[in-house]
């Protein structure tokens, strides 16, 4: 094993599409195991496919790791750059035979197996060529280059969340390193790689568990030193499946564009799978302080789009409001423009007003732009449960007060409000419900006296005026 004292580990995506949501974890676990213990996060680009990495995705990549505040050391490694070393370790490998030419096509394979009465499904390469002359015939003939395994019996691990992981040979075969027009496979530049970039904790999906023991044998094989291994549980959908966008957007910057605050999303995927006791919200400075992989669970954490919007909650009400109108820009560049009649007190006034009762930064665009524009429709259930004939007398009553007002501070439309519920001898809640639903067209929101005073005089007047109007027309009381 790696016995390098100083902590490496590194994050490697394939640029074959945007960054998934549970590689998004694996980078932070990663990050946090480095930070924790003041070693190093590396990143690697792994574009040995070719036909399917594009710039696009490397580019997209790159962002949401940006976005995300997850910053590597070191310079980037893009794996195809390393092509030629690559190949030199194969050559080595086959000098010390460690590796040999496979000239086999798959149909020679599997007659031969066919004769030997092999289960076909579930049949390995028989090792035909791992001691094969090379006769004149075969000179001109493609082939790849396979693996020899070597003479053991068992390859074991310890996990450093699973613990003891064991594998036996027969599971395995002369496995393919290289493609018959030279290019390594995936199996084997991760080993080189990792040597290469001194890599001493491979921290990654359980998917690649069945990768570890082949990775294991070539390791030793190329006298590397081998590093310590931890297999994370996937992220699961409600089905108990992996996470599909059936279940939730599984490309990370559709997070961004939902509304949500990266130092939220990172903070939900830190206890998707992980925890410090209770705790549920963290900084950055105590994920980092408190992450151990000890404390990462073995089985799948399933993802709850509802603990999410609760998590970015708490961020946004703690965000100041300027910052929380720059990430509404950022996703709605007009935002401002479409609000065009409030000025930024106005809207930094409503913002904090708003922020207590949504979720995401789109939730409160939203809301915003529903107050600004006004044109949805009154609620009738919220009508009938606040608004009677004599409503409407208290309606002008209060719409008659604001508009002579000479003060419209909080302080003052709230002492005018409550005069006129005084007036007409009611409890002040069944004068503020029907404003509000002039003002909304519903009865549920912020306080109402913050909202007429944020709106200003001619506006709430406006709206009150508007919404006895409607009752005196559409006569939906009885």
């Not at 995936?186 to 990775?215: C, L, W």
């Not at 519903?442 to 007047?461: C, D, H, M, N, R």
Request: proline fraction near 4%; glycine fraction near 4%; aromatic fraction near 10%.
């Amino acid at each position: 094993m790696n016995n390098q004292s100083t902590v490496r580990v590194r994050f490697a995506p394939s640029p074959t599409g945007h960054l998934h949501i549970g590689g998004l974890r694996t980078a932070l676990f990663n990050w946090l195991f480095a930070r924790h213990n003041k070693g190093a996060f590396l990143l690697r680009i792994e574009d040995t496919d070719l036909e399917r990495s594009k710039q696009e995705y490397l580019d997209a990549i790159l962002h949401a790791m940006t976005w995300a505040k997850i910053d590597y050391d070191e310079d980037l490694v893009i794996q195809s750059s390393r092509i030629e070393e690559h190949k030199e370790v194969i050559a080595q490998l086959v000098k010390e035979k460690k590796a040999y030419r496979c000239y086999c096509m798959p149909a020679e394979v599997e007659a031969r197996l066919a004769i030997a009465h092999a289960d076909l499904e579930h049949a390995k390469y028989d090792g035909y060529c791992r001691n094969r002359a090379v006769t004149p015939d075969l000179q001109n003939k493609l082939f790849v280059i396979r693996f020899a395994l070597p003479d053991v019996e068992k390859i074991t691990f310890d996990d450093l969340i699973r613990g003891p992981v064991t594998f036996n040979k027969e599971q395995f075969d002369d496995f393919i390193i290289a493609r018959s027009d030279g290019t390594p496979m995936y199996n084997f530049v991760v080993v080189v790689d990792d040597a290469f970039m001194r890599i001493t904790h491979v921290i990654r999906g359980e998917d690649h568990i069945s990768n570890t023991p082949k990775q294991i044998m070539l390791y030793q094989a190329c006298g590397y030193a081998i590093p310590r291994f931890a297999h994370l549980p996937l992220i699961l959908g409600k089905s108990g499946l992996p996470l599909s966008k059936r279940d939730a957007a599984t490309s990370v910057m559709e997070y961004q564009q939902l509304g949500y605050l990266p130092d939220a999303l990172i903070n939900y995927l830190a206890r998707l799978g992980w925890a410090h006791g209770d705790q549920e919200i963290f900084t950055r400075e105590e994920l980092i302080r408190y992450f151990s992989l000890d404390h990462v669970g073995k089985k799948g954490s399933v993802f709850d789009m509802t603990k999410l919007g609760w998590v970015n909650s708490m961020y946004m009400r703690e965000l100041p409001d300027q910052a929380l109108l720059e990430q509404i820009k950022e996703i709605r560049p007009r935002f401002e423009a479409e609000l065009s009649k409030w000025n930024d007190v106005q809207i930094l006034a409503l913002i904090a007003l708003y922020k207590q009762r949504t979720k995401t930064i789109i939730e409160l665009a939203d809301e915003l732009k529903s107050l600004y524009e006004r044109s949805t429709p009154y609620l009738v259930e919220d009508i009938s449960a606040w608004v009677t004939q004599v409503t409407i007398e208290h309606l002008k009553a209060v719409a008659n007060a604001l508009e002579d007002a000479k003060d419209f501070s909080l302080e003052a439309v709230t002492q005018t409000v409550k005069d006129c519920a005084k007036q007409y001898d009611l409890k002040i809640v069944n004068l503020a419900q029907p404003i509000r639903i002039a003002l909304l067209g519903k009865a549920s929101g912020p306080a109402v006296f913050e909202l007429i005073a944020l709106l200003g005089k001619e506006e709430t007047v406006k709206r009150i005026r508007a919404f006895v109007a409607f009752l005196d027309t559409n006569k939906p009381l009885k």
